[in-house]
């Protein structure tokens, strides 16, 4: 196989994916259970029995950026509505995110780590029919996302996806100055997921917004 091969090869795999995943979240023979969590951008993870469950591993961003790779793509296999099918995905799961899928609360309160932390996916072996998209467990930041709503307030412009990003900011450098050295519950001990979760979210904040709180909390993490 050439590299032109490999390349055509990984071009199809990313549009089946673009494809399949809005014909899942957002096409008309979307199973009737599925309807609701549809509506707010929830995306069918296969590894969880097919349920629809909160989607915390940024899937719908790497879509709109490869829709945007793929828009320097010249062969001939690309659908015509394939950009406006991928940047819908990242649009509704963002604002999705931005909405239901974070603890809506402001320091000070009794529990400052749950402070407009994002919700966990629902517990693996659970009923996506029953749980719908969050779990009962206690956010941490091996299961913090996030980035998807900077990305979406830069495609868009919608000032909430902003104003949701800076929240989330806020809450990441929070548990990097206060979690002793362990920067939110993850379930399992030494992993480095919640750290890296936190630098990636804090470091994008800092790219927008060149703030010194971002890029100090950063450093600690």
Known sequence: ?????LQRAYDLQCIAAIEGIYRLSHGDRVPDNWK???DFGDIVADWDGGHPVNN???IPMGIALQALRLAGVTHSLIPTDLFDKAFTIAETHAVHHATVGMMHSDTPGPLPWMDNSPHQHAEH????DDIRQRSSIAPGAG???GRDL???YLLTGNE???ESARKLAEQCAWKVENGDQDPGYSGTKGELRAPANLLGILNDWYVYTQGKEAHDAAHLD
């Open 150 to 152: 900077l990305l979406g």
């Open 1 to 5: 196989m050439t590299n032109a091969d």
């Open 56 to 58: 915390e591993y940024e």
């Open 125 to 128: 072996g659970t009923s996506g």
């Open 36 to 38: 609701n969590p549809r």
């Open 160 to 162: 909430m996806l902003l």
């Open 143 to 145: 299961h913090f996302n």
